[in-house]
Nanobody
């Protein structure tokens, strides 16, 4: 079994900073891309940021310059540093990981259960 567990959500004020953490655990041989998505009430889930094993990153236009994604490959952990938070950043944030459970297994995408971030104005 593989688990992705997010933490760091909560209630913050506009302009605050917050860091989300996602730890992947269980039978994991190798992780390829890791990413953060978010889903606001009444909206579709959208990509916030992604990061490759080598550290290559991509961001949604709405968070460029404010959010930074990073990872610790030794700890199977991905982070999302968020600055200058806005009320429109309010959403459930999910992490995902494209990973192999064993060397002979295919890569599959696994999701965490999500963590709610609420930004008050």
């Amino acid at each position: 079994q593989v688990q992705l567990v997010e933490s760091g959500g909560g209630l913050v004020q506009a302009g605050d900073s917050r860091t989300l953490t996602c730890v992947a655990s269980g039978n994991i041989f190798r992780i390829n891309t890791m990413a953060w998505y978010r889903q606001a009430p009444g909206k579709q889930r959208e990509l916030v940021a992604g990061i490759t094993t080598g550290g290559g990153t991509n961001y949604a236009d709405s968070v460029k310059g404010r959010f930074t994604i990073s990872r610790d490959n030794a700890k199977n952990t991905v982070y999302l540093q968020m600055h200058s938070l806005k009320p429109e950043d309010t959403a459930v944030y999910y992490c995902n990981a494209d990973l192999q459970r064993f060397a002979t297994f295919p890569y599959l995408v696994h999701w965490g259960q999500g963590t709610l971030l609420t930004v008050s104005s």
